[in-house]
């Protein structure tokens, strides 16, 4: 199956308003709360899933084996602003992120960026194809409203183990003004 996302597209083809969200290399979810109010994570699934052909190759991970999985909204005031799919070994749950399978609906970045210890790989960025896996599942998400939806990932480090994590971008309040060209 071909790559359905161009994770290493240029920053300046984004959306003007979106590139400060797209490349923000602290906690995304902090970066939410100081923007909206009553920011909530939903839980959406927390499982073993097989991964995205593009997250196999990424975490070198075998192609018939199913990853642990995480997919929550992040919403204020109930209305969904960010998808975010995480994904992580069976052997890693053990050994780097034991906390991944009991976050709840605390946001997984508050027990990422807690750990001095955890490291964080360059930042990667897209806008998705409707043929990606999580086109259809943000869409679903939003009611199918959304006419272009960008994503980013980066890839956390707790000594050899990884942890992908992949955030849609949702809302309108992202897209650019009326004046600036998509
Ligand atoms: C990694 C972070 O955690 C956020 C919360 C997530 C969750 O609770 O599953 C997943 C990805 C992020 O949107 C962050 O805040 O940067």
Redesign the pocket.
């Known amino acids: 199956m071909p790559h359905t996302a161009f994770w290493h597209t240029p920053l300046a083809l984004a959306p003007w308003s979106l590139r400060p969200w797209l490349s923000e290399r602290g ?4 970066r939410l709360i100081a923007h909206f109010p009553q920011l909530t ?1 939903r839980v959406l699934q927390q499982g073993f899933r097989r991964p995205h052909p593009d997250e196999t190759q990424i975490l070198q991970l075998p192609s018939a084996s199913h990853v642990a999985t ?1 997919e ?1 909204l ?1 919403c204020s005031q109930g209305r969904p602003l ?1 998808f ?1 799919h ?1 994904i992580t070994c069976r052997q890693h749950l053990q050994a780097g992120f034991h906390l991944f399978e009991r ?1 709840g609906s605390r ?3 508050a027990l ?1 960026f807690a750990d001095p210890c955890i490291r964080r790989s360059a930042l990667a960025w897209c806008k998705l194809s409707p043929r990606h896996p999580l086109w259809q599942k943000a869409q679903a998400a939003v009611g199918g409203q959304a006419a272009t939806l960008w994503a980013r990932r980066s890839v956390f480090y707790s000594g050899a183990a990884q942890l992908l ?1 992949t ?1 849609v971008f949702l809302s309108d309040f992202l897209l650019p003004s009326p004046c600036e060209p998509i």
């Open positions: 906690s995304l979810t902090q994570v995480r929550v992040l960010v975010a995480s976050s946001p997984l970045g990422l994590v955030e």
